[in-house]
């Protein structure tokens, strides 16, 4: 249960995101669709820009990390544990991996 509190699910995200981005970026065409209005792509940028997404995966949680940082978020207006931070922070990061998945997937479709 100590796994499931920890940080280290944070970083896994982040490598798991990492991973992708560079299996997928051997796959993708030239263009993919980085911009979706109701369901369909209407921005397309560089296959290159699929590592944006692992960038903006390892600076959250590298920031998240830092002491000032966690001490800011929890204790602004509403005092959370270390477990409901984490929880938090695991959350942002998965819906970034989400977010990834889905361009590569529309971009492979």
Same mark, same amino acid.
């Given at each position: 249960? /100590?796994?499931?509190?920890? /940080?280290?699910?944070?970083?896994?995200?982040?490598?798991?995101?990492?991973?992708?981005?560079?299996?997928?970026? &051997?796959?993708?065409?030239?263009?993919?669709?980085?911009?979706?209005?109701?369901?369909?792509?209407?921005?397309?940028?560089?296959?290159?820009?699929?590592? &944006?997404?692992?960038?903006?995966? *390892?600076?959250?949680?590298? %920031?998240?990390? /830092?002491?000032?940082?966690?001490?800011? %978020?929890?204790?602004?207006?509403?005092?959370?544990?270390?477990?409901?931070?984490?929880?938090?922070?695991?959350? *942002?990061?998965?819906?970034?991996?989400?977010?990834?998945?889905?361009?590569?997937?529309?971009?492979?479709?």
């Amino acid at each position: 249960m /100590r796994f499931l509190n920890s /940080r280290k699910i944070a970083w896994g995200i982040c490598i798991v995101g990492c991973l992708a981005a560079v299996i997928s970026l &051997l796959f993708l065409p030239d263009l993919i669709p980085m911009h979706f209005s109701n369901g369909v792509a209407d921005d397309f940028s560089g296959k290159i820009q699929i590592f &944006l997404f692992p960038v903006l995966e *390892v600076f959250i949680a590298w %920031l998240t990390g /830092r002491e000032k940082v966690k001490y800011v %978020l929890t204790h602004s207006k509403a005092f959370w544990s270390d477990v409901q931070y984490n929880w938090m922070i695991n959350g *942002v990061l998965g819906f970034v991996l989400v977010t990834e998945f889905w361009v590569i997937y529309m971009a492979l479709r």
